[in-house]
């Protein structure tokens, strides 16, 4: 009995302590400004209270009989502490779960601003009614305007290109009135001047009946852009090169053909020429016939020298040896009341390449130059050397890092329109009249410096002159080569000559022209019947002329055959081609030397005097 007594006395009053204790540590927490330490303290509390509560309940009513007092007391004090635990405690939970929903809503946001940040798309809203505009963190930074700046429709109209403001607003004008989806793209001009362009997406939300807004997206498609316009320039560039490609093959051809025809005249012409007295007017009815062949001869060298996409034989050019030498030559046939000037400080600067190729550069430029300035004016021609330290685009052409040398011509005349500053490297686009140019000028320049590694950038104002640079790798240094003037021509000796050439006309004029050389020719017009001649006499013949693009057996395949028997026989081959092929396979064959058609006397002496001189005369 005395232990029964203790215990009904000892847990009414503890639990009513202990109730106290904890109904005052839960004012106390609620007062303060709870962190997570508290509420994880509570926890600790509550779940103490609820140990307290399940032991001394039960004891308490066991033990407690005939105390009503202290059983009142501990039944009012437990259940409002039960009450108070169960209210802190739906709280605590709903408080944590606030805390986790808030952070990952956080985390959602943070990546949704570094996926609009990576893919350059920001996202907006749009009341219409009341003109309210929000925006994500990457719109604002592709407008580039600052997140306390008010948003406002004039506000973004003031980042709108001019020229795509009225799109813009007629747009918007239309989407509010039809609350309809909409898509455009326009441009942004940013304060300094950078142009960015924009894809722009927004549909209607389905609000009140009273309220329109509109959500979207905005992408930043600058570098698309670009790429596209980059990809657009590439595809010219190589429809343009597949056009002059096909062009210069074309031309080619014709020339081929053409270079036969004005060999006959020119040879034929040149002898007509010795044989009749000068001043007599046959002799003048013949020179001016010889004047025309020679501007023909000029104009077929340029149409080859356009067809083909490399150049003979290279080597190193004193550029600036050649440039001052083109000059002497220009000045007698400039436009009156043009003056010329001229800078040239490359020194002995050079580039692999072909003088004559350098030459018709600068002719063409100046020729074009000297008739844009009908009234008069300047022409200046300056040649200096320069480095690039980085890429460089230039209007047509790029330069990587190197050393170059840069040749400007520039002039004082009507300059470019546009309409034709797109055209004027076409193969055959010409502004003159009928009869006044042919349109290979510019497109012979381009070809030329493509193909010598080169890039030229042209800058024009209309009323105001041009100026054309032309911008070649160097190659080191070059010393200016001596000219060697022949006083007298070379003559043969008696030696017998194979002539080969599919033309009849041809063949009989180097007949004629060989003989008056002193030389014995002997003609073949197949290749097959000069293969078959030579087989039968192989020491009858001294040297073998063949021209190379014939019917049956080619040039170069013919001296092959020949090489075979007499390894000692000089071989000259002539052709109207001049490519770094042809060049390699005559030299695989042993072919000494290589003519370029249409030839003269001049031509054909020299070149076999070369060929012939380390022979032994014939007995």
């Known amino acids: 009995m005395v232990d029964t007594v203790h215990l009904s006395a000892f847990w009414p009053n503890a639990a009513g302590v202990a109730s106290l204790l904890i109904i005052l540590a839960v004012v106390v927490l609620r007062v303060r400004r709870r962190t997570t330490r508290d509420l994880w303290l509570m926890a600790v509390v509550w779940a103490f209270v609820i140990g307290i509560g399940l032991i001394s309940f039960p004891v308490a009513t066991l033990y407690t009989v005939g105390w009503s007092g202290g059983r009142i007391f501990w039944l009012a004090s437990g259940s409002l502490l039960l009450f108070l635990l169960l209210h802190e405690m739906t709280k605590f939970y709903a408080r944590l779960e606030n805390a986790r929903l808030h952070s990952e809503l956080h985390r959602s946001e943070a990546f949704l601003a570094e996926a609009q940040s990576i893919s350059s798309i920001g996202s907006f809203g749009w009341n219409v009614l009341i003109g309210q505009i929000y925006w994500s963190e990457e719109t604002y930074r592709i407008f580039e305007y600052d997140r306390t700046a008010t948003l406002t429709l004039k506000l973004v109209l003031q980042r709108v290109h001019p020229e795509d403001q009225p ?52 992408t930043d498609v600058t570098e698309r852009k670009r790429a596209e316009e980059e990809q657009a320039r590439l595809g010219q560039r190589l429809r343009q090169a597949e056009k002059m490609e096909a062009m210069g093959t074309l031309a080619g051809g014709i020339a081929h053909d053409f270079n036969n025809v004005l060999g006959a005249i020119l040879g034929y012409g040149e002898l007509a020429q010795k044989a009749v007295a000068a001043g007599s007017v046959v002799r003048r009815y013949l020179d001016n016939v010889m004047n025309a062949g020679g501007r023909g001869k000029a104009l077929v060298e340029r149409i080859l020298t356009f067809s083909r996409s490399s150049v ?5 050019i004193n550029v600036q040896a050649v440039i001052a030498e083109t000059l002497e030559l220009l000045a007698a046939s400039l436009t009156r009341g043009v003056r010329l000037d001229k800078r040239l400080e490359a020194g002995d600067a050079a580039v692999v390449g072909d003088a004559t190729q350098l030459h018709q550069v600068l002719m063409n430029l100046c020729t074009n130059a000297s008739q844009a300035m009908q009234q008069g004016g300047v022409l200046e021609v300056a040649l200096d050397r320069a480095d690039v330290a980085q890429d460089r685009r230039l209007s047509h052409g790029n330069l990587a890092p190197g050393a170059y040398v840069r040749l400007c011509v520039s002039d004082t005349g009507t300059g470019i329109p546009p309409e ?29 410096v493509a193909d010598l590694g080169g890039a030229i950038d042209v ?54 022209v060989l003989a008056e050389l002193g030389y014995e020719p002997i003609g073949f017009s197949a290749s097959t019947v000069a293969l078959e001649a030579f087989h039968a006499a192989p020491q009858r013949f001294d040297i073998v002329l063949t021209d190379d693009t014939m019917p049956g057996i080619i040039g170069t395949d013919l001296a092959g055959e020949i090489a075979l028997q007499r390894p000692d026989m000089p071989i000259v081959l002539m052709s109207g081609s001049d490519e770094a092929q042809l060049h390699a396979r005559a030299r695989a064959v042993g072919i000494r030397e290589v003519m370029h058609k249409p030839l003269q006397r001049k031509d054909i002496a020299e070149c076999l005097g070369r060929a012939l001189r380390s022979l032994p005369l014939p007995v």
């Not at 009946?209 to 979207?216: D, H, I, Q, R, T």
């Not at 500053?421 to 381009?446: I, N, Q």
């Open 420 to 448: 034709v500053l797109d055209r004027m490297f076409d193969p055959f686009f010409t502004t003159k009249g009928a009869g006044e140019g042919t349109g290979l000028g510019l497109s012979l320049v381009h070809a030329i």
């Open 459 to 512: 800058r024009t104002t209309v009323g105001r002159g041009t100026t054309f640079t032309i911008w070649l790798p160097t190659a080191g240094e070059a010393a200016v080569a001596s000219v060697h003037v022949t006083a007298e021509l070379p003559r043969g000796h008696g030696q017998t000559v194979m002539i080969v050439d599919d033309e009849e006309p041809l063949v009989a004029l180097a007949e004629e």
């Open 167 to 218: 799109l813009l607003q007629e747009t918007v004008d239309r989407v509010s009135r039809e609350r309809t989806n909409f898509d455009i793209e326009h441009r942004l001009l940013m304060p300094d001047g950078r142009v960015k362009h924009l894809h722009v997406l927004a549909r209607p939300l389905k609000t009140s009946p009273g309220n329109l807004e509109f959500v979207g997206a905005v």
């Open 312 to 316: 003979g034989e290279r080597g190193p």
